[in-house]
């Protein structure tokens, strides 16, 4: 019988002021994963960035969100935050 995938998801918030190093860091994420899910979502200075890694019988998949630090989010993070 063959082990069943075991799997952890999740978001990671990345927010920064401009030139902060946030895609620094998202990119560090990126290029240190093993395998990486298709594409990438960017929308009104928001950007999604998917990164999945296998290992054996284990997967995870983290979701970057990469956010400005503009007055227009700040009612946006309680939601991140909660959840």
Do not use: C
């Not at 950007?47 to 995870?60: A, N, W």
């Not at 983290?62 to 939601?79: G, I, K, Q, S, T």
């Amino acid at each position: 019988m063959a082990d069943a995938l075991a799997s952890l998801s999740f978001q990671v918030l990345v927010i920064g002021s401009r030139s902060s190093g946030k895609s620094s860091f998202v990119r560090a994420a990126w290029n240190e994963s093993s395998d990486h899910a298709a594409g990438e979502e960017s929308a009104d200075g928001v950007q999604i960035r998917k990164v999945t890694s296998l290992y054996s019988t284990f997967s995870t998949v983290v979701d970057f969100l990469e956010m400005p630090a503009e007055d227009r989010y700040v009612p946006l993070l309680p939601h991140f935050g909660g959840s």
